[in-house]
């Protein structure tokens, strides 16, 4: 079974600040990937990365930045100097190479961002 | 280029009724996923087609639900003797290739149910 926990339902933030969304999942899988999406109010989901559970490099890309730590089953994702723009349901994801191509989604987090 | 899209991005119907739900993914993408998104529920996978091998169907919640893949490319789910908790919004995402390294989900806008 595979599970991802996104304990943190609301962030509220005010503009600039830096902001950490937190991910924790579980897997027996030794082969997986994890990923973000972005939900903003127009409701799409815009994908924002993928990680394979066999590359545990940290990445950054512009203000965001990914810290995946195989230790403690965690993906988490954060926001340097936050804009209202990021405001929207950020969810994280889990895909085990035993479980087919379904994607096993977090409750989602809901940031806003105060200007 | 062009991506997901979905028709229609509003529907609301009657319970009892039969809605079909229509999906086209990026031009390309072998593969082609159902999700739903509800208050109760978050995003639950639904089905999903790669290629010309057999759907993987076990995300359905009940026989009422069914989809299809037309000539690898256009999708359609079918929801028939609607209930007011089929009320979601249906997600309809596209990939390159089912599963493996290179396997990411690109999302389309979505259908948003309301069964009355």
Sequence with gaps: ????TQAQTE???VEK???TLDCVYETRDTTYYLFWYKQPPSGELVFLIRRNSFDEQNEISGRYSWNFQKSTSSFNFTITASQVVDSAVYFCALRGETSGSRLTF????QLTVNP | GAGV???PSNKVTEKGKDVELRCDPISGHTALYWYRQSLGQGLEFLIYFQGN??????GL???RFSAERTGGSVSTLTIQRTQQEDSAVYLCASSPQAGGPTDTQYFGPGTRLTVL
């Design chain 1, 1 to 4: 079974a595979q599970k991802v």
């Design chain 1, 11 to 13: 962030i509220s933030v």
């Design chain 1, 17 to 19: 600040e830096d902001v």
């Design chain 1, 106 to 109: 977090g409750e989602g987090t």
């Design chain 2, 5 to 7: 899209s979905q028709s």
């Design chain 2, 53 to 58: 091998s057999a759907p993987d169907k076990s």
């Design chain 2, 61 to 63: 919640p009940s026989d």
